[in-house]
């Protein structure tokens, strides 16, 4: 039992520190080579929302027996994988596989209670063994679904913050096979059949990022099982039938090349922009119409009212960035992140620069929500500029809420936020 233990985590360890080792050896060749100077065109990385990763743990089973039992604690061992997609910085939706095994033993002197030979329970110290002389191992695996928050970037949006505390809600359908034995000689009492069951739970899970693609966590997990008892014990006064783990996972986010925007073209044209609008993955397509002017004071506000001024027609054509969103929702997708700090880097290049961020609403739904999703949309990307140290008063914002009226489908996009670069 110590033995799968110790192989467990060391072989997790070593795969940490291999990958992580690679990584900074690639990264210090990478910053040797390439000039620090932000006028010129570099080569980086960019992840993408697929992750994979290696979990162990240490799980204790609480049922009619337990891993906490009267005569010592019985540590169980537990190695898997898993594998997840990020949908923003905040959410992530996660499959995993897991095998294991756990062990327990009766938490008191029970006197009095015997498991006969056909696995029943009984009074009657003529028909089996005594539950005070016997101990139960079972195998286990674990098939699971879990939704991750990640609670950190709830609070931030920042993805340059390197820790993270992960809260998981999950489901799960866990086989387990015990075999009773007898504490004094490892004799086999019963042997148990196989159960498969369903289990639900949560995960929490406290990480930090080791390097742009490899990232750690210690998590402890509980989950309560429904059905036939993990032990193979019978049920008789005992309710409890959970699991619970303690662990290291280490994950690898997936990514692939590519080349740095060039930063030193300042063209007010979207066209001429240098920004990488990621042309596989974000749609760009032509607005319908806008609210086209701007407050002449600096501070971050709607655009109302006769105060204002006109946006020039370059100003007013393709945006530079649109962020799409589902129905009723104003999370910032992962995959907008990589371009929208490449528009932060053209604003600290060049401080004239400023930002034009318009949310639009919903279609008819918006008539259902109860509040103001376009307003929210934009407010949400501002708030993200402003973590990454822009000036507040360099931000303009404006919502656009749909005319159901005079609406046509095929001519208007909605659900979305556009930014525009503007001087």
């Known amino acids: 039992m110590k033995n799968n233990i110790r192989n467990i985590f060391s072989v997790i360890m070593v795969c940490c520190f291999c990958i992580f080792s690679a990584e900074q050896t690639s990264a210090q060749s990478s910053s040797s080579s390439s000039s620090p100077s932000l006028l010129s065109s570099s080569s980086s990385w960019e992840p993408t929302p697929w992750y994979l990763g290696i979990k162990g743990g240490i799980p204790f089973g609480v049922s009619t027996f337990s891993s906490f039992g009267n005569d010592k604690t019985r540590l ?213 119409t806008i609210v086209t002017s701007l407050p002449k004071n600096n501070v971050s506000t709607s655009v109302t009212g006769k105060d204002s001024i006109l946006l020039s027609k370059k100003e007013i054509g393709m945006p530079d960035l649109i962020i799409y969103s589902s129905f009723n929702e104003y999370f910032i997708d992962y995959r907008y992140i990589y371009s929208m700090k490449e528009i932060v880097e053209k604003l600290e290049f060049d401080k004239t620069l400023k930002l034009y961020i318009i949310g639009w609403s919903d279609i008819p739904e918006i008539e259902k929500t109860g509040h103001n999703i376009a307003g929210i949309r934009a407010d949400y990307v501002k708030t993200w500029f402003l973590n990454q140290g822009i000036d507040r008063k360099r931000i303009y914002v404006n919502e656009n809420i749909v005319n159901l009226e005079k609406l046509d489908l095929e001519k208007n996009d909605t659900r979305k936020t556009e930014i525009r670069i503007i001087k």
């Not at 030979?117 to 005070?132: P, V």
């Not at 695996?141 to 993270?164: C, P, S, T, V």
């Not at 059905?227 to 986010?253: S, V």
């Open 76 to 288: 169980g061992w537990s190695g898997g994988v898993y594998g997840g997609y990020n949908i923003n910085l905040i959410f992530s939706v996660e499959a995993f596989y897991s095998k294991g095994e756990i062990s327990g033993m009766s938490v008191q002197d029970d006197f009095g209670y015997y498991i006969s030979d056909d696995g029943e329970f009984s009074f009657n110290d003529d028909t089996g063994s005594s539950y005070n002389d016997i101990y139960s191992t079972a195998s286990m695996q674990r098939y699971g679904l879990q939704w991750n928050m990640d609670i950190i970037q709830l609070l931030y949006l920042d993805d340059e913050i390197n820790f993270k505390i992960v809260l998981s809600p999950s489901v799960s359908a866990i086989s387990t096979k015990a075999t009773i034995k007898e504490i004094e000689n490892d004799n086999v009492v019963l042997k148990g059949k196989n159960n498969l069951n369903p289990a639900i739970g949560s995960d929490l899970s406290f990480g930090y990022k080791l390097s742009k693609h490899l990232n750690a966590q210690i998590y402890t997990s509980f989950s309560w099982v429904f059905g036939d008892r993990i032990d193979g014990m019978p049920q008789h006064l005992y309710d409890d039938n959970f699991i619970m783990e303690f662990g290291i996972k280490c994950a690898w986010t997936f990514g692939k090349k590519r080349e740095k925007a060039k930063i030193n073209n300042l063209s007010s044209d979207s066209e001429d922009s240098g920004i990488n609008y990621n042309a596989d993955k974000i749609k760009k397509i032509e607005p319908a």
